[in-house]
């Protein structure tokens, strides 16, 4: 069973950035599509952004430009670079592989104005 464990979140203002990390076991890691998604109070959970084993990379359009997804096959972790952050963006961010397995906790973000 795949086992998820984010973290790096926390209380940033307008402008500001942040580095998401996961941590997965349980899978062949570097054979699985990783993404991460994300879901603010009231909303449904969207997809942010996905990266292939082959370091393809594709990210919603609200924040193309301004996030970058990662990979390190060695260490299993997948990781999320935010800048540029607006308080649109705040939200429980999950990652998860593709399609998704069991969900982790998540990592709150929150962005003030």
């Known amino acids: 069973q795949v086992q998820l464990v984010e973290s790096g979140g926390g209380l940033v203002q307008a402008g500001g950035s942040l580095r998401l990390s996961c941590a997965a076991s349980g899978t062949i890691f570097m054979f699985e599509t990783m993404a991460w998604f994300r879901q603010a109070p009231g909303k449904q959970r969207e997809l942010v952004a996905t990266i292939t084993p082959g370091i393809s990379t594709n990210y919603a359009d609200s924040v193309k430009g301004r996030f970058t997804i990662s990979r390190d096959n060695a260490k299993k972790t997948v990781s999320l670079q935010m800048n540029g952050l607006k308080p649109e963006d705040t939200a429980v961010y999950y990652c998860?592989?593709?399609?998704?397995?069991?969900w982790g906790q998540g990592t709150q973000v929150t962005v003030s104005s």
């Open positions: 998860n592989v593709v399609p998704p397995a069991h």
